[in-house]
């Protein structure tokens, strides 16, 4: 995982870093790097991957503004995280998606607690499954995946683009997709809450009706309360 952070004050820059590692450590997670810069020039030229980016609005030369919107033309996949001393900006910082908006100074615990859900986020977009259809291995993304459902001794991926007959269990594509996103809302359905509109006491409907899936008794709870703590991550 690559951290981007971009701010024309050195000092802020050594503080957020330390705190992003400190996260890091105490999320046990090993496999990343942090990158500095301090003018949005030098950003947008960076040839690596940009998976969460630290921004700051005023800044000599471009201005954060302008660089998110060409950073996510580029890297729409990009986590965005705006950090700044002047509010103002909230609204056209959100025509870009930003992901969080940040008033300096930064509060230490909202910081943790954003980026973790922003490496939850990171962890759902960029991991892929492999498939075997018909002899031929396909690569598909997580966020693609409607959901997965029974079908006799085969099971049924409903997809973005097309639906695939697949091998194995519910089961084990639960824990192949073992990321907060998917849950298990009946013995026959996996669900993808990203794809989720509504859900009642015994069904879940997905992109606004046009996919429906049953809920257990069982399963009712977790579902839902799983649905509403993403609608809030996310809104």
């Known amino acids: ?11 802020f820059v050594s503080a957020l ?7 890091f450590e105490k999320l046990e997670i090993a496999d ?25 609005i005023e800044m000599p030369g471009k201005n954060g503004i302008y660089v998110g919107n060409k950073l996510k033309e580029t890297y729409p996949k990009a986590i965005v995280i705006i950090v700044t001393s002047f509010s103002e900006y909230l609204d056209d910082a959100m025509k870009f ?7 300096k100074p930064i509060d230490k615990d909202r910081l943790f607690r ?3 859900d922003a490496i939850e986020v990171y962890t759902r ?17 997580s966020e693609d995946i409607i ?3 029974v079908a006799g001794r085969k099971l049924k991926m409903i997809t973005e683009e097309e639906t695939y007959i697949i091998n194995g269990t519910l089961q084990e594509w639960s824990d192949k997709l073992n990321i907060s996103s998917f849950c298990v809302c009946h013995r026959g359905y996996l669900v993808n809450i990203k794809h989720v509109t509504s859900i009642t006491k015994d069904t879940v409907y997905l ?24 609608v809030e991550k996310n809104m």
């Open 125 to 141: 977009i960029n991991l892929n499954v492999m498939i075997c259809v018909d002899g031929e291995y396909k690569k598909i993304n």
């Open 147 to 149: 959901m997965i459902e």
């Open 1 to 11: 995982m690559r951290i981007l952070i971009c701010d024309d004050d050195k000092i």
């Open 207 to 230: 992109k606004n009706g046009r996919y429906k899936a049953y809920v257990s008794k069982r399963n009712y709870d977790e579902i839902k309360n799983r649905f509403m703590l993403f």
């Open 114 to 116: 954003n980026l973790k």
């Open 97 to 103: 998606s930003v992901f969080r908006y940040f008033n």
């Open 32 to 56: 990343y790097e942090i990158v500095e810069y301090y003018l949005g020039e030098d950003l947008l030229n960076d040839k690596g991957d940009k998976d969460i980016v630290f921004l700051d």
């Open 17 to 23: 870093r330390q705190n992003i590692t400190e996260c």
